[in-house]
Nanobody
Framework: QVQLVESGGGLVQAGGSLRLSCAAS????????MAWFRQAPGKEREFVTA????????DYADSVKGRFTISRDNAKNTLYLQMYSLKPDDTAVYYC??????????????????WGQGTQVTVSS
């Protein structure tokens, strides 16, 4: 089992920045590929970004490429999402997820067995 707890969400003006964190406990964090997803009201959960077990491979949705950066600190069992140039369309609940795979990155939410409870990000115009 992997337990995940997100933090760092909040209200920010368009053009601003936020950094989300996801603290992991349980199974060895460093063995898992990790991802961020988000879900806006009335919409399906969508892939944002993913990172492999050691951080040397990442994947980004086109909508956030160049604005968001995923990273991890395996010594601290923590996953991060640095978000810049935020837009109102980025408003959503952001979830971190852990994969059973270490190396492969997936964009499908169904692949990930472990999820946090989510943190709200609201971007005002």
């Amino acid at each position: 089992q992997v337990q995940l707890v997100e933090s760092g969400g909040g209200l920010v003006q368009a053009g601003g920045s936020l950094r989300l964190s996801c603290a992991a406990s349980g199974r060895t964090f460093s063995r898992n590929a990790m991802a961020w997803f988000r879900q806006a009201p009335g919409k399906e959960r969508e892939f944002v970004t993913a990172i492999n077990w050691n951080g040397d491979t990442t994947d980004y949705a086109d909508s956030v490429k160049g604005r968001f950066t995923i990273s991890r600190d395996n010594a601290k069992n923590t996953l991060y999402l640095q978000m810049y140039s935020l837009k109102p369309d980025d408003t959503a609940v952001y979830y971190c997820a852990a994969s059973a795979s270490g190396a492969n990155l997936y964009r499908s939410a169904g692949i990930y067995p472990y999820w946090g409870q989510g943190t709200q990000v609201t971007v005002s115009s």
